[in-house]
């Protein structure tokens, strides 16, 4: 089972936004049967094993194991991946393009590239393990905090300049058998509400 799936065809898009078909991914984490997922969801197996076809279908989950019951093979399914990622291909004639309104101060222009980056990485993904290759990405993810405003623009300005400098230094095209590669640099406020900053105790409030 692959980590991260992304999901590039607008029908499977479709199939994994489904309420129902979004329960049956979560639980086939683990293989089960419809029998066994019609207990846990209180649906009929007949109404399971109509979703589970519509997610076979469309690559989502996949056959695990087949195992015979008396007169009847049960099918034991499982999900192609632990988690999803709907890239903007499936939403080919409304996808953001960054190319657009390029401006570095836009939190949509920063939103329009990254929605480019999951459907770059996405296909990159999807051609590599069709040819069972490794691809070579790198990424750094963390949080900074910033006492002032003015501490965050010359942060911004000097990481600019530094990404810059390596640019200069690493990019070399004449290079004949080189290959492209894109960098992204990206600064937002942190969707996690920040922690509160214990006050230290005054010498009066000291027991």
Same mark, same amino acid.
């Given at each position: %089972? ?6 590039? @065809? ?24 419809? #029998? ?5 969801? &209180?649906?009929?197996?007949? $109404?399971?094993? /109509? ?7 469309? &690559? =989502? ?7 015979? $019951?008396?007169? !009847?093979?049960?099918? !034991? %399914? ?5 988690? /999803? ?5 499936? =939403?080919?004639?409304?996808?953001? @393009?960054?190319?657009?309104?390029? @401006? ?12 480019? =980056?999951?459907?770059?990485? &996405?296909? =990159? ?24 405003? +003015?501490?965050?623009? *010359?942060? +911004?300005?000097?990481?600019? +300049?530094? +990404? %810059? *400098?390596? !640019?200069?230094? /690493? ?9 492209? /590669? ?9 969707? #996690? ?13 000291? &027991?």
């Amino acid at each position: %089972m692959l980590e991260v799936a992304a999901i590039e @065809d607008p029908g499977a898009a479709i199939a994994s936004l489904d309420p129902i078909r979004s329960r049956l991914l979560a639980e086939l984490a683990s293989p089960k049967s419809a #029998t066994a997922l019609g207990h846990v969801l &209180g649906l009929p197996r007949q $109404k399971v094993n /109509y979703h589970l076809r519509a997610l076979e279908e469309h &690559g =989502l989950i996949e056959l695990a194991e087949e195992r015979k $019951k008396g007169n !009847v093979i049960e099918r !034991v %399914m499982r999900a192609t991946a632990a988690s /999803y990622v709907i890239t903007p291909a499936a =939403l080919a004639s409304v996808r953001p @393009d960054p190319a657009r309104s390029p @401006d570095r101060l836009s939190a949509r222009w920063l939103l329009a590239v990254a929605a480019r =980056l999951v459907q770059d990485v &996405g296909t =990159l993904i999807t051609g590599a393990e069709r040819q069972s290759k490794r691809l070579a990405t790198f990424a750094l993810d963390g949080e900074i905090r910033f006492a002032t405003a +003015a501490d965050r623009a *010359a942060f +911004a300005e000097e990481l600019s +300049a530094a +990404a %810059m *400098a390596l !640019v200069s230094r /690493y990019h070399d095209e004449s290079a004949a058998h080189g290959r492209d /590669y894109r960098l992204v640099v990206a600064l937002h406020p942190s969707a #996690t509400p920040p922690s509160t900053p214990s006050t230290p105790s005054s010498p009066e409030q000291e &027991g």
